[in-house]
């Protein structure tokens, strides 16, 4: 592979803030896995955001640089799988496995799309010392024939325009907006770009805890529960992010409230029957070493989260603490408290873009 600009190559990053801000170019932010895509000629390469290689997992989307891809270039852009009910990040995750008869088997079943955003390359020419503007006029006029698999994601300069999509947009599963100046030059592991991010809060019932790695003696993590319209109290996710010395507080704080498996609404009847609760002694499908038994608390305390959007009935990302609510019943925590976006195609957004066989 010869290329003007050669893997690895860790991409540009965007930096959170709390609104969009004007003067920029807008595009949806895509809830996948970042790649960068080197082609040239017959060779392709998929980067991570970390610079490893995830070429192996995609072995539909190797075909379809081929095929629809210029024959020499260096693409920016999001690995995506499509349903008819938005993205599925659960579903992409999945595609990482080491049995390639697994991985053959699901690119079958689940195929994934390309979002292209950013161009580094075109045949012999850098692009990454271009301005943005440049660059994003050049990869539309040179992915002009690509698709089905490969799409350029939508953009605008127009800020009512990008106001109305990052309401829109997240009812088909995206993640917010990336907003990106039009005069910055491509700039590796740099947080030149800003991404906007939906912000909502809920009341949940703390039922649980892990310890910290570092101490048996601190938090670790909270475990955070919503009471379904069955009365059961599903596990939503958790909150982690305290300082050392909240950490042991809060260990100190909790212990009136441990309880046994028996008493607790996690337990293992739960567990057979395939509810979707935090299990003890359950190690993490991302990584094998990863000790995931928790300590079970009575459900009787309630704490405010703040959150960006949920994946089904749990928070997508870790959700971050917001405040303690001693007035709130923590059987009033319920899902009918959380905003539900508008339902949005993303055939709407990226004609084209659509579920693929068996999905």
Not at 25 to 48: A, Q
Not at 124 to 140: K, N
Not at 228 to 239: F, R
Request: aromatic letters at 8%; glycine letters at 6%; hydrophobic letters at 40%.
């Amino acid at each position: 592979m010869r290329l003007p600009v050669m893997p690895p190559v860790s991409p540009m990053l965007a930096k959170a803030v709390k609104s969009i801000p004007p003067g920029a170019s807008y595009e949806p932010k895509w809830d996948g896995f970042r790649s960068i895509c080197f082609r040239d000629d017959f060779d392709v390469e998929l980067g991570s955001r970390n610079e490893r290689p995830l070429t192996r997992y995609f072995p539909e989307l190797v075909a379809a640089v081929r095929a629809e891809l210029p024959m020499r270039c260096v693409v920016d852009g999001e690995i995506v799988i499509a349903t008819d009910d938005g993205l599925d990040f659960e579903a992409l995750q999945q595609r990482i496995h080491p049995a390639e008869s697994r991985v053959l088997m699901l690119a079958k079943k689940t195929p994934a799309s390309f979002i292209a955003f950013d161009l580094l390359a075109l045949d012999d020419e850098d692009y990454t010392s271009r301005p943005f503007s440049e660059r994003r006029a050049a990869l539309v006029d040179a992915l002009a024939g690509s698709g089905p698999s490969i799409h350029v994601t939508p953009a605008t300069t127009d800020l009512p325009t990008a106001h109305r999509w990052f309401t829109e947009f997240e009812g088909a599963g995206l993640d917010g907006l990336i907003a990106k100046p039009l005069t910055v030059t491509y700039q590796p592991d740099k947080r030149v770009m800003y991404k906007i991010k939906p912000e909502r809060t809920a009341d949940c019932v703390v039922a649980g805890y892990r310890v910290h790695k570092s101490s048996d003696e601190a938090i670790g993590s909270l475990l955070l529960g919503l009471y379904k319209d069955d009365d059961t109290l599903a596990s939503v996710g958790v909150i982690g992010a305290f300082p050392m010395a909240r950490r042991r507080e809060l260990f100190t704080e909790l212990q009136s409230l441990v309880t046994t498996f028996d008493d607790h609404p996690w337990n293992w009847a739960a567990h057979m029957s395939g509810e979707r609760t935090p299990r003890r002694n359950e190690g993490s499908r991302w990584n094998a070493g990863k000790d995931l038994s928790f300590v079970p608390l009575r459900p009787e305390r309630v704490v405010e989260v703040r959150y960006d959007h949920m994946e089904g009935e749990r928070f997508r990302h870790t959700a971050q603490f917001n405040r303690w609510r001693p007035d709130r019943d923590p059987r009033s925590c319920t899902y009918e408290q959380l905003e539900q976006p508008v339902t949005f195609s993303l055939a709407d957004i990226v004609p084209g873009l659509a579920a693929g066989p068996g999905v």
